[in-house]
């Protein structure tokens, strides 16, 4: 475990610019900041960070799990309220990694996209996303952003993961205090530009960020190919644009996963 200072909820909420306005919870742990907020988003009166020094049962998409240790990883979740139904949040998972590697980069730390939401460092996974959703009492939907990011990353752990995963030690030395803040600042600006504009406003920067742009890959659902063929980019609904033998065709998340292929 690394040795480092806990974190301090009042000290981000203070060094927070873009999301001064989000009020910040730090605990020593928990099962699942993401299940925490979900709970708890339809009494909140407005945006809050939750953020965990440990994670016992972090989730990631199509109910996988994700492991972490305390000190060497950034676990925490944004509950953000948004207005009108789930068919508004088209594509915000998509907005988020890019908030995140836009910040990271602005860090010292330049980072590559993987559809749909997948944050990678040489290659290999860095940091994972996970939106969730709860309706509001009012008919507003709270978008729950769940984000596990990878400082340090032991063998051992690297090993329980069973594939190559990245990490970031430049991060793991910064304060993380401030390191949230950033972040922080990053996902609010972005959840404003979003609710203007949706993805549109993201999808051209999602694009020049994108790891296997006209690169070969193929779309796996529960392991089996789907379709193969170049990947072009994002359209502005997020949906992966794949150029096949038949054609370009436009492929929704969901629960499907991409693959890079061999040439």
Do not use: C
Not at 23 to 32: D, K, P, Y
Not at 99 to 119: F, I, M, S
Not at 226 to 245: K, N, P, W, Y
Request: aromatic share 4%.
């Amino acid at each position: 475990m690394s040795a480092h200072a806990s974190m301090d909820a009042a000290r981000i909420a203070g060094l927070a610019q873009a999301g001064a306005d989000v009020r910040v919870e730090v605990v020593a742990q928990t099962g699942s900041t993401n299940a925490d907020l979900l709970a708890r988003a339809p009494g909140l009166a407005g945006p809050l960070l939750l953020v965990a020094e440990h994670q016992t049962a972090g989730r990631g998409r199509a109910g996988r799990s994700w492991l972490s240790e305390p000190g060497n990883s950034l676990t925490f979740s944004l509950a953000w309220r948004i207005d009108g139904g789930p068919a508004r949040l088209t594509g915000l998972p998509l907005a988020i990694g890019t908030a995140l590697a836009e910040t990271l980069a602005r860090l010292g730390q330049p980072v590559a996209l993987k559809w749909p939401n997948d944050v990678l460092k040489d290659g290999d996974k860095l940091a994972g996303i996970l939106v969730e959703t709860t309706a509001a009492p009012d008919g507003a939907t709270w978008a729950v952003i769940g984000v596990g990011l990878n400082l340090v990353m032991p063998d051992e752990l690297e090993a329980r993961i069973g594939r190559p995963v990245a990490a970031m030690p430049w991060l793991a030395r910064m304060d993380r205090d401030a390191l949230l803040a950033a972040l922080l600042d990053g996902l609010a600006g972005a959840l404003r530009a979003f609710e203007r504009g949706g993805f549109a406003a993201f999808s051209a920067r999602w694009n020049g960020l994108h790891a296997y742009q006209g690169r070969p890959v193929a779309i796996l659902d529960r392991g089996a190919v789907l379709h193969e063929g170049l990947a072009a980019g994002v359209d502005d609904a997020g949906r992966l644009l794949l150029d096949t033998d038949a054609g370009r065709i436009a492929i929704v998340a969901g629960d499907v996963s991409l693959r890079p292929r061999e040439t």
